[in-house]
């Protein structure tokens, strides 16, 4: 193949192996052992050639070194210092594809291909890809290697704009949270009824098995109490259910007027608005989306804004 002529071949060192088969053990079923195995390999190898080329990388930052996460993703992450996260996607030498599940569509500075041979004792560097919008990914598309140096200086020299990072919200229904998201019960008083989304008279939303909800502090204004961001996740047969609400953080209080929650779809275009009032003591939305779909969500108060982001 084309190519391989741009390829870089490395070996794949006897504590990598080790490192690789120790993961692959903790794993339920032989697919995912063999997944977990090849992506552990993967990524230590790109720590290698990065750590060679002289830029430093967190080989236990990422997910792919978090036992929990890797158990219920299909992560192969390396902490680019300075940069922000590299996708190591592995691939076997029968191969002409690469499979990027949708978890790491998002929250990734680029993906490097990296082919594992069958008896694991060697790495091919195949190319690169800043972007992908597809599960697969032809290996004749890949960038040649030297693109990837490139594309991390780019990314060291001029970082992107500050803003939240996606959160992955099937995470959430195997009990990991990202930072900053606690229990609503942690950041509001349980006099207030619309916590736990129990107000049937004005919402139609009911409890039910695998539900999860998580709310988090948002400081808009300086010298003003911060709100809550309330996030309400309900399985459906064909996709995910939301509920959305902004709260006072004191079960007294009621929102300033005229702050603004707003629904944006993966395409940055707003699709639902709410706007309270006066005396409002909360605003909401209502809204579904299928798995692997990014939404955002903007609470903006006068000139102020804070913008929190998620995939399904």
């Not at 002529?5 to 339920?28: G, N, Y």
């Not at 929102?255 to 409002?280: H, N, T, W």
Request: with cysteine.
């Amino acid at each position: 193949m084309q190519v391989e002529d741009q390829s870089l071949v490395l070996p794949i060192t006897t504590a990598a192996r080790q490192m690789a088969a120790a993961f692959s053990a903790q794993q339920a079923t032989p697919d995912k052992a063999q997944q977990v195995c090849l992506n552990t390999l993967a990524v230590w190898v790109t720590h290698d050639y990065l750590q060679m080329m002289g830029i430093p990388c967190d080989l236990d930052a990422g997910d792919s070194w978090n036992p929990v996460v890797r158990a219920c993703s299909n992560v192969a992450d390396l902490e680019v210092a300075a940069s922000g996260r590299l996708e190591c996607r592995p691939v076997q030498g029968h191969e002409d594809v690469c499979y990027l599940p949708p978890e790491v569509w998002v929250d990734r500075i680029g993906y490097l291909v990296v082919q594992i041979s069958e008896n694991l004792r060697q790495a091919r560097l195949l190319g690169f890809t800043p972007t992908v919008a597809a599960e697969h990914l032809p290996l004749g598309q890949l960038r040649p290697l030297e693109s990837l140096l490139a594309h991390l200086s780019e990314f060291s020299l001029n970082p992107p704009a500050i803003k939240s990072p996606w959160t992955q919200l099937e995470l959430w229904f195997s009990g990991l949270f990202a930072d900053g998201w606690q229990p609503a019960d942690a950041l509001l008083c349980q006099s207030q009824p619309a916590l736990s989304f129990r107000r049937a008279e004005t919402m139609d939303v009911q409890i039910v098995e695998g539900q999860v909800q998580r709310a988090k502090l948002l400081s808009l204004k300086p010298n003003q109490a911060p709100v809550v961001l309330v996030l309400d996740c309900k399985p459906g047969q064909d996709q995910r259910l939301f509920c959305v609400q902004v709260h006072p953080l004191a079960s007294d209080a009621h929102l300033p007027a005229d702050l603004q929650l707003v629904v944006f779809d993966e395409g940055a275009e707003p699709v639902l608005e709410a706007r309270s009032r006066s005396a409002d003591d909360y605003i909401q939305l209502q809204f579904s989306g299928h798995r692997g779909e990014r939404f955002s969500l903007k609470v903006m108060l006068g000139d102020f804004s804070v913008t929190e982001q998620f995939v399904i």
